[in-house]
């Protein structure tokens, strides 16, 4: 449910050179050296177990767990412990949501601390006519970036998640000791909206070892095309659900498809269902009018503002119009001012609308039903638990009430505090690998983050990782593997990310 | 694309005795008697003929043309070509309309008289998942009426043209002169609403045949459940379209499905769809609300109010709400008004609404394209030429010119005098048969009469005959073959209903 991550173009400041200096405390001179040594033979290690990462990779494409559909849940389970037991970890186990199970393990290394790994096993739907090559098959293709991998799940989210597994492998062949213990859960329905995820908490020694992590990542492909990274403080929260207006539920209209010509005596449920959603938004669809469905929105601070302003001056305009085939921004706004309003405003998207007649041509028929998929995404300090009975108050006051609201997944909004470990610890990393980044303030995607930086949790949680991907959710998504540019990590460069990462969270 | 005949109760009234005493004019007696015994015989022969005449529907079942798929134009062409000849038509070639050719025949009797003859040999899409038995099959089965057969176009419209057909095969088996020459004139795609059968009139042949015609039927399963039959005075007409809404008109929105995250900085095409269609109607969806839509819509006369007011007495509206599975009319009207709104209404009816993701679940997208699929009923005295263009700068002025309006096909509304022939004979037939019959001023549904009740033929024209079928555009379509109801004709006294009326047209 990750959204693009922003390109950015070559003016992205170079924070390298300064950041570097100040980040080495007194005494850290030897460890660092020690480091370094621990580092090469790592290194020799990821590349040496390359091949076997990339075999690992696409043999679990060619297994895509897929909740929408209840497609290969038990599978997935299994193929997900092992690969969590393959990489070191132990006590590895399915852990029951009330939904489809996560998967569980520790990986203690005796270190002081920490750190908590989400997955997430499941991938989006994908229609294989769509695709330049089969989506399972994981087909290896020249990429303008270089050599990549192609197939669903490869960047969202099975590629990073092989190259932090990678990492793992080469800490054990090259006989270094991990520098954190750490904490794995891997989610199975992150693609519906994670509606039972939560419940992984009420498991007392998932919720304890938990508790231990000092801080959260999910292992995501960062870099633009350019090579620049984003830092995101946080992420939107979502719901989805689908509105399904009916002549059963309705008392008016037809119980089932009838003759269209009937349509001068008998109501339609589907024009129902369209005087419904017109009453969600203003302005287009773009601003929301649901009944008090700012009251909790907070503005953007002063800090944000400055972050958002920042990002403006280093993203190519141009370069992330062209990549999304757009013109212009809603109400022709500025650059500055159109990522002000991904960051902040909420939203009520319309994913899908399916009613009567839906092949070639037409049928002359008075359809019985009709539904609209939705997703709403929620800011701070929006939540589920009071917007969903939000809106559904919202159609009852319209005349609506009878429309079923039929909520499949969603969370709440996820935030991180830019001077926490987690955040602290990517700069880190960033900066002495010569990265340019910026942070922004929130994805507008969306991801469980609520889990960790919520109740009980209350932990910093982050995306983080190198590595370049795109086509999430799309066909022809794709993982550069081998990359033919020097600020483009490919996946060997990927797992040292991660390498350099948990050393990071070792001292920070 | 005709509407299933509205059924009537017991109530209906017997027009019978009084009716047919004042037909038989001084001097008929004679020809009576000669007519009885011919019918004899050639019921006779329809008897006989029955189990090729079931072979023979069964045969064209097998083979559905689809206007709108392309399906089986060819085969299509060269079956109805078959039938044609195989019944006595001669010269029988197909009319080149621009789009899938109709075919074209005579059958000369050397008789004073010459009556017009409209076949569809087109039927609607159907899913077989849908079915009882497969669409196609033709399959025997027993109904709570009798044995019928079940598959697509059983009643719409190849099950009472092969009754047509049997009428005419049973003329020739029995030695019996057709009272009167026929002109056959059969359509490919009446389904995808006759875009092009106005053109079978460019052809002199054509032209110069069905001037001579006295009036047009087009054979029709015309009893209700209960054996009542209703005699419609016209149909409305129809716009079937799509209004598509893109990206890449608009100049707004994505070019291709994007990531549902960047609704907060990207406008939506499926949003703007809805803000348009939302404009077309008030009342939720009841009334059209195109700028100028009534501006040619002549109000119903007297006459018109009085017959619906006897069609709401001797129908059952608890057995036409069963049989809709509907609860309330529009505005919660009482039966009356809502057959008058029946009647006297155009409409902007949706189809069908495909945007987005379509499949189970959801998928967070924010689609390029959305399509809504409109049929659009009219009433006299709007016109096609008239209203489309009304449509169009609707839709300008409301911001919304970018919207494609694809039109696939449609015609005007067709009107047939009460007192003409064509009305006079069906009356006939009913009586002497004591059919149990009620006259209604316009059929809801559409066909295109408007080819031979416009210009240039201006004739009389109707859909006509005995028989009960039902399932139109619906799943298990199927007709009565063989009747345990007295009151309801099975195939053979359909076949009959046919010899009936061509006995009629000769001499009314």
Known sequence: MTAETPSADRRTILKAAAASAALLAPGAG??????????????????????????RLREWIALPTIAAERLNI????????????EAGFTGVRAVPT?????????????????????????????????????????????HPLGRAIRGRGATNQKGPESAFLAALHAFRASGRRLPVNLVLLAEGEEEIGSPNFINTMRDPEVLAAMRRAEGVIIPSNGQA?????????????????ELVASGERWGRGPARDIHSSLKAQVDSPVWHLVEALKTLTT???????????????????????????????????EEVKRSLGVQRWIDDLPWRESLE????????????????????????????????????????????????????????????????????????????????????AQQAVYTRGNVEFSLFPRSAGSWPGFVFTGEPLRKPA????????????????????????????????????YVDFLYEMATI
Chains 1, 2 share one sequence.
């Open 30 to 55: 030897l460890a660092q050296s020690r480091r370094d040594a621990d580092r090469e033979a790592i290194r020799a290690a990821v590349d040496a177990g390359y091949e076997d990462s990339v075999r």
């Open 74 to 85: 038990d599978e997935g389970v299994q193929h997900m412990s092992r690969l969590a037991t």
């Open 98 to 142: 009330g939904g489809i199970p996560a998967v569980f393990g520790v990986l203690d290394a005796g270190a002081r601390r920490t750190v908590g790994i989400y997955f997430m096993y499941d991938v989006k739907q994908y229609d294989p006519a769509e695709w330049a090559s089969p989506p399972l098959e994981g087909r290896i293709f020249d």
């Open 225 to 241: 095309p350019n090579g620049s990274a984003s830092i995101t403080l946080g992420a939107k929260g979502i719901i989805e659900l």
């Open 283 to 317: 302005d287009h669809g773009n601003t929301p009018a649901i009944e008090g469905w700012f009251e909790h929105v907070r503005p953007l601070t002063a800090r944000e503002r400055a972050l958002i302003a920042e990002a403006a001056r280093t993203r190519s305009e």
């Open 341 to 424: 309003r991904l960051a902040s405003q909420p939203t009520v998207n319309i994913e899908g609308l399916v009613a009567g007649y839906t092949g070639p041509g037409g049928k002359t028929i008075l359809p019985a039903r009709g539904v609209a998929k939705l997703d709403l995404r929620l800011v701070p300090n929006m939540t589920v638990a009071d917007a969903l009975p939000k809106l559904r108050r919202h159609l009852e006051r319209h005349g609506f009430g009878d429309i079923e609201v039929n909520m499949s997944g969603g969370y709440d909004p996820t935030e991180t505090a830019e001077d926490s470990n987690v955040i602290r």
């Open 462 to 497: 982050g995306q983080f990782g190198l590595g370049h991907g795109s086509g999430a959710h799309a066909p022809d998504e794709y993982m550069i593997l081998e990359s033919s540019n020097p600020r483009v990590a490919g996946f060997r460069e990927a797992a040292m990310g």
